[in-house]
Nanobody
Framework: VQLQASGGGLVQAGGSLRLSCAAS????????MGWFRQAPGKERDVVAA????????GYADSVKGRFTISRDNAKNTVYLQMNSLKPEDTAVYYC?????????????????WGQGTQVTVSS
């Protein structure tokens, strides 16, 4: 499967962005999906993850209540709605797909990665 992330940009603190990740290739609903982010000099960490059906989701503590992950299996797309953005949310955001079932929070669980989209939050 090929993943194409989009929607990043520059936003002021308190603002919102919605990231999209379009998938092509094999059946999208056979993949669990996740969003990760990596800031300069830091490891790639999970932001949010969603099960194949979309009924189960999980979030990093730092984004709970501010970010929402969702998916539209008819459109082969996963989304990350980011509200109340903070400067510490600045990073490159990656979407990922896994053939494993569940809400997966470790990078090693994922088979395919998108190219990343930059999110910059100014104070």
């Amino acid at each position: 499967v090929q993943l194409q992330a989009s929607g990043g940009g520059l936003v002021q603190a308190g603002g919102s962005l919605r990231l999209s990740c379009a998938a092509s290739g094999r059946t999208f609903n056979s993949y669990s999906m996740g969003w990760f982010r990596q800031a300069p000099g830091k490891e790639r960490d999970v932001v949010a993850a969603i099960s194949r059906s979309g009924r189960s989701t999980g979030y990093a503590d730092s984004v709970k209540g501010r970010f929402t992950i969702s998916r539209d299996n008819a459109k082969n797309t996963v989304y990350l709605q980011m509200n109340s953005l903070k400067p510490e949310d600045t990073a490159v955001y990656y979407c990922a797909a896994s053939s494993l079932a569940g809400v997966l929070i470790t990078p090693a669980s994922y088979d395919y990665w998108g190219q990343g989209t930059q999110v910059t939050v100014s104070s």
